[in-house]
C-alpha cells in the first residue's frame, strides 16, 4: 500500500492542480494532466465550493468523469470475466 501511495497517488495529486497549478506546469505535463480524473474533480469542487458556479458551467468536467468511470468499469468488468471462465 505504501508503494502505491507513493508510486500512483502522489503524482496524481502533484498533477491534478491541487498542490501546483496547471497553468504553471510544462506544457508536455499540462497534457499529460488531461488523462488524471482527480483535475476534473478538483475543478469541479473548486467551482462550487470556491466561486459558487453551477451545473451550466461544469457540466464538461463531470462528463469527463463519467466517461472516466465508465471506461474503469468496462475494464474491470472484462477482467473480472476472464478470472470466472
Not at 482527480?38 to 466517461?67: D, H, S, T
Amino acid at each position: 500500500m505504501m508503494t502505491a501511495q507513493f508510486f500512483v497517488f502522489m503524482p496524481f495529486i502533484f498533477l491534478s492542480g491541487f498542490t501546483f497549478p496547471i497553468e504553471n506546469m510544462p506544457r508536455l505535463v499540462q497534457y499529460i494532466t488531461y488523462i488524471i480524473p482527480l483535475r476534473y474533480f478538483i475543478i469541479i469542487i473548486r467551482g462550487i465550493f470556491l466561486k459558487g458556479v453551477g451545473v451550466a458551467e461544469l457540466w464538461q468536467r463531470g462528463l469527463a468523469l463519467l466517461i472516466f468511470g465508465f471506461l474503469i468499469l468496462t475494464l474491470s468488468v472484462l477482467r473480472f470475466r476472464k478470472r470466472l471462465g
